[in-house]
């Protein structure tokens, strides 16, 4: 198995990045995908990291650190390679990152629908918490 190189986003990345998304099914109709790139090159833009494998670009996650939380989002691995380890290699690079900020606990939110990523997140020591998630749009996509 080649070794998976963990790198942060370069904007010529953004067309493989969106590319994967949608094979995923992380793509909603109220999240424009650039705009959502856009906004994080403008916010701690060296938490968006990619995936590398042999040259091709085969995962992504995108965290941020609010002060209080650090938050994942949009982890994604090519569906044909899955199971080699590159989402946990990805989510162990973003939790050395948040560390690095001082970051004491990370969250996440998983849609009600994806009941199969749920094993992978407890493979990697995530509990589920006891709260509601709620959110609220400030800008339209
Ligand atoms: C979730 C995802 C990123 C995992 O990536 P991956 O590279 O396949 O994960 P890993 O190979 O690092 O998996 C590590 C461990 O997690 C668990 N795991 C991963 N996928 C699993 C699945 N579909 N079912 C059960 N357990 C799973 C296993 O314990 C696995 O170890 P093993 O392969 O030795 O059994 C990938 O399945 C994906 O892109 N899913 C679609 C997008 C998505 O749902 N993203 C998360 C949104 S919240």
Same mark, same amino acid.
């Not at 992380?26 to 999240?31: A, D, E, F, K, S």
């Given at each position: 198995m080649p070794s998976v190189l963990v790198r942060a986003f370069k904007e010529e990345d953004e067309a493989r990045v969106i590319e994967l998304w949608t094979f995923a099914g992380?793509? !909603?109709?109220?999240?424009d995908p650039k705009k959502d790139i856009a906004r994080k090159l403008q916010v701690? !833009?060296?938490?968006?990291l990619v995936a590398e494998l042999e040259g091709v670009l085969v995962g992504t996650v995108m965290a941020g650190y609010d002060g209080h939380r650090g938050w994942v989002n949009y982890l994604a691995v090519d569906i044909g390679q899955r199971r080699r380890g590159i989402g946990t290699a990805l989510m162990r690079d973003v939790e050395r990152r948040l560390k690095r900020f001082g970051c004491p606990k990370l969250n996440l939110q998983i849609r !009600?629908?994806?009941?199969?990523v749920q094993a992978f997140y407890a493979a990697l020591g995530f509990k589920e918490d006891a709260a509601v998630s709620m959110g609220k749009r400030l800008e339209e996509d």
């Open positions: 992380l793509i !909603r109709p109220w999240n701690q !833009r060296e938490l968006f !009600r629908e994806n009941t199969a």
